[in-house]
Nanobody, 125 residues
Framework: QVQLVESGGGLVQSGGSLRLSCAAS????????MAWFRQAPGKEREFVAS????????DYADSLKGRFTISRDAAENTVLLQMNNLRPEDTAVYYC??????????????????WGQGTQVTVAS
């Protein structure tokens, strides 16, 4: 079992930055893929970024490349999401997720086995 706890959300002005953190308890095996998703009100949950634990391979949603950066700290069992130049349309609940045997697309929601409770990010215009 893996428990994921997100933190770092909040209210920020348009153009500002936030860094989200996902703390994982339990064993994170080298085969895992960790990811961030987000869900805006009235919309479906969407892929933001992912990173593989073993070789640090990163994937991003095309629309977010250049503004968002995912990283992992293996020593701390933590996954970070640095978000820069935030826009009102980035307002959403951001979720951390873990895929224990990644064999599908990084953006496939159904592939992820464990989810955090989410952290709210609100970007004011």
């Amino acid at each position: 079992q893996v428990q994921l706890v997100e933190s770092g959300g909040g209210l920020v002005q348009s153009g500002g930055s936030l860094r989200l953190s996902c703390a994982a308890s339990g064993t994170i095996y080298s085969s895992y893929r960790m990811a961030w998703f987000r869900q805006a009100p009235g919309k479906e949950r969407e892929f933001v970024a992912s990173v593989t634990w073993r070789n640090n391979k990163k994937d991003y949603a095309d629309s977010l490349k250049g503004r968002f950066t995912i990283s992992r700290d293996a020593a701390e069992n933590t996954v970070l999401l640095q978000m820069n130049n935030l826009r009102p349309e980035d307002t959403a609940v951001y979720y951390c997720a873990a895929d224990v045997s990644p064999d599908s697309s990084p953006g496939a929601i159904s592939a992820y086995d464990f989810w955090g409770q989410g952290t709210q990010v609100t970007v004011a215009s």
